[in-house]
């Protein structure tokens, strides 16, 4: 079942930013997350479908009936901002209570509403404090709870755990996750968080200059980036990028000079684009493995792997190659100064079109 | 190094510093304290030369005439009334200009612009054909003075603004969003949200349009000839020789000020700085 | 946000607005109109003020009050500020007494002066008590009873001008001082050289707010001196409004007053405008 539907939407702004055309489909019940760097329009994208902004083209549609960001659809949508926008004079309880009091819920009601919601949001005490008494955890719980009390079809979130410190962001993000299951209500997220995004997304919808780079699982996103700029958006260390040509006989690529077998796509052209995840360049061999020559810059321990960077040893690599430092996962320490064979499997390589960014298959 | 050490370097610095302040704390205290000697004392102690610097003999009879007499005890009453009632409207008004100039960038230049210019009147510009007008409607000179409370009102609306237009500008807008989609209509996120996060400089705003009004001279004077309140009336007393209620009626008029200086302290003196210049 | 809140922020400037221009901007506008009929559309009431010799005297006196008012409030202002501001702790007991005379009511401030400078009042009193010959502090159309206008007006209202002139001061930043000094400045050239041209924004602020109310000066005169003994043009229509039963004569008069005012304010915001963008290009 469709709990949103947006087609064409645009809103500019004279100083920048704002989303041109877009269009989107959201799923009942989906977690959907935005994500996107500062100023591609995400926080825009959110506040026309809460009606907080007017669209100056194309429409929204709620569920089977048709509204165009305009105060009918408030019912069926509720929002947690980036600063909470709790209310400062109220206690938790009554910024719970808020939305039912509006709709002259019996007072019996709306107490039993407020505490059920509050102990979902994971509050169970101190319902009696303002804002400016609770701790920023508890805050983020309030606005949850403000959100959930009268059962919006759509919750929507903008950046809203970015106010928390990373261990609690951590467990809130299970805690919210549970919920939207527990309550199979349609969440839209907006973050700039790549692991935030594909930790709670059923679909990920990269943004980037107004427009929807990618939309998809976080599978989807990760393992098939359909643009380069979606490629080197989500992963952490970012996707290496090298310049490269196809070999004349098509039976292979060259990089700086030294050929990868590799197989290569019908359509592609002369030039190409070529993304390889750090996580996939390793410093052991493995069959069937394609290698270059890293010369190490840095080195740096992350816990689970050596985090390795470094240039092209081969001969002319460095101009060649149009990257400055490659990033590769080692599971033992190097040194700088050192040079190293890096392998990955050719299959693991990401090719886009230089001129478009789009990727070849 | 605080600004404040330069003074202790040169020594003159210093004592010029002391002298100024002793002038200071003199002009501030021996005034008043004259005027309360002459408030507790007969007459015939006031018409004294040369005059006694101490009271010889305390007594209460220039404030129970002050409590007795219909005229006094009506322009007390009066003035109570004129300042609460205005002080009322010009803040409820005042609130209502202060948050849409903070809301829509388009009201705020033309408010600051408009109520900088209301200040601009000469107050008789304003009172001889107000007076005229108040007439020809009935309002001129009554009893509860009505008429004056409504021209106190207009004029106090320009400070109430002021010094509401920072509370209301320092409500993120996001607040309001969120009552917005909440369900509240935008009368009530005003009403049950914006206001009572503003209630601290609602009351400010209340005790400056009621000072303002209670220490009000010009307008009071031409507007209200026969149904007096406080100002015009301790104009007369003192004009016609009324020594002793005169003095112990400044006493009492200055009452509602004082508190408010003792109470408010800085806050009064940042709205006094901001919008409060008479 | 949407039509609602818009229409909202509408009426909640209109309804204001309105009262406004009802009570206060009509009136206004139909003095001025007053002024220019005499049973029709005349000039009369202008060529009245014009003959009268008491105008003129008015209209001089509401020049070098507010002239002299100016330069008494801005010097006792500085010097208050500076005073209360260059101690190395606060004083609550001075600063409280520092704003206790504006915070009184005008018309007690009138009231206790009348009392200081009648003629068998404290003033003369005191100077009697040393050996002094006492002085006509009030006496109609005497340069004493001006200099007394100016002194009691300025004990009124130097507070407000201290506190603008103290939050000036409370933007300069301490290090200059520093600068100042390491660079030889002795305490008058730091004052010359820092504290004077910092604070000059706030000075000007300071000096068009109490120039526009020191140009409507009216009460000080009324209650001190009568309408008459030393004329300003307020006093003078109001004359001409109830003693003379000149009500027309009494808005020319008014207006001629509303003119200098605005001439003043415009001029004034200008002229620090035209300034503050000279001081925002050489820097």
């Known amino acids: ?361 | 190094m605080k600004p404040g050490a330069r003074a202790g370097r040169g020594g003159g610095f210093a004592m010029l510093g002391a002298a100024l302040g002793a002038i200071v704390i003199a002009a501030a205290v021996i005034p008043l304290y004259l005027l309360a000697k002459q408030a507790l004392t007969p007459e015939l102690e006031t018409f004294a030369w040369p005059p006694f610097w101490l009271p010889r003999k305390i007594t209460l009879a220039n404030f129970a005439q002050v409590f007795t007499v219909r005229e006094l005890r009506g322009a007390i009453a009066r003035s109570l009334g004129v300042g609460v009632v205005s002080a009322v409207g010009a803040t409820a008004m005042g609130a209502m200009l202060a948050y849409a100039m903070a809301r829509a960038g388009a009201a705020r230049r033309a408010g600051f612009a408009a109520l900088s210019g209301v200040r601009l009147l000469p107050m008789l510009a304003v009172a001889i054909p107000a007076a005229a007008m108040l007439g020809a409607i009935g309002l001129a000179d009554t009893p509860d003075a009505l008429g004056l409370a409504i021209i106190h009102c207009a004029i106090a609306i320009p400070t109430a603004a002021l010094t509401l237009y920072a509370a209301f500008a320092a409500v993120p807008a996001e607040v309001e969003e969120a009552a917005w989609l909440d369900g509240a209509s935008a009368v009530r996120v005003f009403l049950t949200i914006d206001l009572p996060i503003v209630r601290g400089a609602l009351a400010a705003a209340f005790i400056l349009c009621f000072i303002l009004s209670w220490d009000e001279f010009g307008f009071a004077l031409l507007l209200q000839q026969t149904n007096r309140t406080l100002p015009p009336l301790l104009y007369y007393y003192t004009v016609f020789g009324n020594v002793g209620p005169a003095s112990a009626l400044a006493l009492l008029m200055m009452v509602p000020a004082l508190c408010v200086v003792i109470a408010l302290g800085p806050t009064l003196r940042g709205a006094l700085i901001t919008g409060g210049s008479r | 946000m949407n039509w609602q809140a818009r229409r909202l922020r509408a009426v909640f400037v209109a309804a204001p607005a309105l009262f406004m221009v009802a009570t206060l901007v009509v009136p206004a506008l139909g003095g001025l109109a007053d002024s220019f009929d005499r049973g029709g559309p005349s000039l009369e009431n202008y060529a009245a003020l014009a003959r009268d010799p008491m105008f003129w005297r008015a209209a001089l006196d509401n020049l070098l009050l507010p002239i002299a008012s100016l330069a008494l409030e801005l010097a006792a202002g500085l010097a208050m500020a500076l005073t209360i501001t260059a101690r190395a702790r606060r004083s609550p007991v001075l600063e409280a007494a520092a704003i206790l005379p504006f915070a009184i009511p005008e018309i007690v401030i009138l009231t206790i002066a009348r009392y200081l400078l009648m003629p068998r009042g404290y003033v003369n009193g005191a100077l009697a008590a040393v050996g002094i010959a006492p002085a006509a502090w009030l006496a109609p159309r005497g340069s004493l009873a001006m200099l007394s206008i100016v002194v009691v007006d300025a004990w009124h209202v130097t507070p407000i001008v201290m506190l603008m002139l103290v939050a000036g001061l409370q933007t300069i930043p301490a290090e200059l001082y520093e600068a100042a000094r390491l660079d030889g400045a002795g305490p008058l050239a730091a004052f010359r050289y820092v504290t004077l041209p910092m604070l000059a924004p706030a000075i000007a602020g300071a000096a068009i707010l109490r120039g526009i109310d020191a140009l409507r000066i009216f009460s000080t005169v009324l209650v001190l001196t009568g309408p008459e003994a030393v004329p300003v043009l307020s006093t003078y229509a109001y004359g001409q409004w109830t003693d003379a039963q000149a009500p027309r004569v009494a808005m020319a008069a008014a207006m001629v007053l509303a003119l200098m005012v605005t001439v003043f304010a415009l001029g004034g915001a200008l002229a620090v405008r035209r300034w503050s963008s000279d001081l925002g290009a050489r820097a």
Do not use: W
């Open chain 1, 1 to 361: 079942m469709r709990a949103l539907s947006v087609s064409n939407l645009t809103r500019e702004f004279p100083s920048g930013g704002g989303v041109r055309r877009v269009s989107l489909e959201v799923a009942a019940g989906e977690f959907l997350v935005l994500l996107g760097p500062s100023g591609c329009g995400k926080t825009t994208l959110l506040r026309l479908i809460a009606g907080l902004d007017i669209p100056s083209a194309g429409t929204i549609e709620f569920g089977d009936r048709s509204g165009s960001g305009n105060a009918n659809s408030r019912g069926r949508i509720a929002m947690v901002f980036q600063n909470l926008a709790l209310y400062p004079h109220m206690s938790a309880f009554e910024n719970i209570a808020f939305p039912l009091r509006l709709i002259k819920l019996a007072p019996a009601q709306i107490d039993r509403r407020v505490r059920e919601t509050a102990a979902r949001a994971g509050l169970s005490a101190g319902l009696e404090r303002r804002p400016a008494e609770l701790s920023g955890g508890e805050r983020q719980r309030v606005a949850l709870a403000r959100a959930l009390v009268r059962d919006p079809e759509i919750i929507l979130m903008d950046e809203a755990l970015a106010s928390l410190d990373a261990r609690l962001r951590t467990s809130v993000r299970v805690e919210l996750k549970n919920l939207q299951r527990a309550t199979r209500r349609t969440f839209i997220l907006v973050t700039h968080d790549q692991i935030e995004a594909l930790a709670l997304a059923d679909r990920v919808a990269v943004m980037r200059a107004g427009r929807i780079e990618q939309i998809g699982s976080p599978e989807e996103i990760f393992n098939r980036p359909e643009t380069e700029f979606v490629a080197g958006f989500v992963g952490e260390p970012a996707m290496n990028f090298f310049d490269a040509r196809i070999a004349m006989d098509r039976g292979g690529l060259e990089i700086g000079g030294v050929r990868i077998p590799a197989a290569v796509p019908a359509g592609a052209p002369e030039a190409v684009r070529v993304g390889l995840r750090p996580a996939d360049l390793a410093l052991e061999p493995a069959a069937g493995a394609a290698s270059i020559e890293l010369k190490i810059h840095s080195v740096e321990f992350s816990g689970a792997s050596f985090i390795v960077r470094g240039s092209l040893a081969h001969p002319g690599g460095g101009q060649q190659s149009g990257t400055s430092l490659i990033c590769a996962l080692a599971t033992r320490r190097v040194e700088p100064g050192e040079t190293h064979r890096c392998f990955f499997y050719p299959a693991k390589l990401h090719l886009f079109d230089p001129v478009s960014g789009r990727r070849i298959d």
